[in-house]
């Protein structure tokens, strides 16, 4: 008879427990039931981040501009990274390069006493003479302006320290003169003519008031 009364206070416990968590579940999902909103909230809106504005390509200068206003100090302070292969004295004197004395306006390939690779013997056979455009390129990167040269400087990337050493390469024996600066472009010149003839209106316009203002 123990035996039935305590299995049956038992399963009543069970069932009530049972109960109040189902009793709990149902009361939870009525007090935080969730309605979603008849119409959306305000969105938003994130823009795609747009790309830098692409770098100017890195063109040869107008050398008749630019080489009278170099720095040439700046440039032979830079050549003293290339003076553990290449020597600067009027001699022409060779180290593991070429000397440079007099290289702006010679022949690529033919300093005397030199060997020289086969792709800038090749190169050679393409141009007459290093001028100002083609020293301009392979200072900014030897191997890659003629591929597969054994001159393993990695090259000088700012297009001001190029210019700058070019004019000092050319203080030092250059056969190519400097070159008469470029003329105004079209645009440039008629730009300058419309603003000249726009003042030129403005003082026609503005002189018969003045003179009525007088009289």
Not at 50 to 59: K, L, M, R, S
Not at 131 to 145: E, M
């Amino acid at each position: 008879m123990a035996d039935s009364l305590s299995f049956n206070k038992i399963a009543g416990a069970a069932l009530a427990t049972g109960l109040l968590i189902f009793g709990l579940q149902n009361l939870g999902a009525i007090l935080f039931e969730k309605t979603p909103p008849a119409t959306p909230g305000d969105k938003i809106a994130i823009a795609e981040s747009e790309g830098g504005a692409p770098a100017p390509a890195d063109v040869p200068p107008d050398w008749g501009t630019v080489l009278p206003t170099a720095d040439v100090a700046a440039g032979q302070a830079i050549t003293a990274k290339c003076s553990s292969c290449h020597m600067f004295d009027p001699a022409g004197t060779n180290g593991t390069g070429p000397g440079l004395y007099g290289v702006v306006g010679r022949k690529p390939a033919s300093h005397p006493g030199y060997a020289y690779d086969q792709p800038m013997t090749d190169f050679s056979a393409k141009n007459p003479v290093w001028t100002y455009d083609l020293l301009y390129q392979f200072l900014k990167s030897p191997q890659g302006f003629i591929p597969g040269v054994k001159m393993t400087f990695v090259g000088l990337p700012q297009p001001q320290d190029r210019i700058n050493v070019i004019a000092y390469l050319h203080t030092l024996g250059s056969t190519l003169p400097v070159p008469a600066p470029a003329p105004a472009k079209p645009a440039a010149a008629a730009a300058t003519n419309a603003a000249a003839a726009s003042n030129s209106a403005a003082s026609n316009a503005a002189a018969p008031a003045a003179n009525s203002a007088k009289s």
